[in-house]
């Protein structure tokens, strides 16, 4: 049984950072999957921001490229997303999910991950 807890979440001012953490419980001995952060904003759709694959590959969405970093630890099997320069458009709810399996291809949308946590939130202030 996979569970996902978040953790991490504030209101910051534009211009400052936030790091989530996701603590990952029932991965240690998946052989292969893929996690990601995806978030969603009041009345918009939940989007994927980053993503990364056990064996350490990532992707992200170009709206946060050279802003947030996505991480793991494997040792503490934990999943970490670090958001730099934050803008008022990056308040959301911040979701961290999985997916079982390897995939070439990161990037997927939120219906094709199993398993979900109960999400941080995030508010930006301009």
């Known amino acids: 049984q996979v569970q996902l807890v978040e953790s991490g979440g504030g209101s910051v001012q534009a211009g400052g950072s936030l790091k989530l953490s996701c603590a990952a419980s029932g991965l240690k001995y998946i052989g292969n999957y893929c996690m990601g952060w995806f978030r969603q904003a009041p009345g918009k759709e939940r989007e994927g921001v980053a993503f990364?694959?056990?064996?350490?590959?990532?992707n992200y969405a170009d709206s946060v490229k050279g802003r947030f970093t996505i991480s793991q630890d494997n040792d503490k099997n934990t999943l970490y997303l670090q958001m730099n320069s934050l803008k008022p458009e990056d308040t959301a709810m911040y979701y961290c999910a999985a997916r079982l399996g390897w995939y070439l291809q990161l990037r997927a949308p939120a219906e094709d991950f199993g398993y979900w946590g109960q999400g941080t939130e995030v508010t930006v202030s301009s």
């Open positions: 990364i694959s056990k064996d350490g590959r990532t």
